[in-house]
């Protein structure tokens, strides 16, 4: 069985939608101006490039910010 093939994954399910998985970190912004409010997408934005504005965020916006960053991470 060492033979079987992983396909790359595409897509994921973010609150029950089919979302396409990012390639690059401008997608991943992309994606969170899509699916967040505006002032959380505002938030997300000040917290990637302001330390002091991320430790001051809430803690869900950390979480995606810090996934914004272990992505970045994953992709160089």
């Known amino acids: 069985m060492n033979n079987i093939l992983k396909f790359p994954k595409t897509y ?3 609150n029950n939608i089919p979302t396409p998985v ?5 997608d991943y ?5 899509k699916l967040l409010t505006e ?4 938030e ?10 991320y430790d001051e965020t809430e803690v869900e916006i950390k979480k995606i910010v810090d996934s914004y960053y272990a992505f970045v991470e994953k992709t160089n």
């Open 12 to 14: 994921d399910y973010i």
């Open 39 to 42: 002032e959380d997408y505002v």
């Open 22 to 26: 990012p390639k690059t970190a401008e």
């Open 44 to 53: 997300v934005c000040m917290a990637i490039l302001d330390p002091e504005e």
């Open 29 to 33: 912004l992309r994606l969170c101006k």
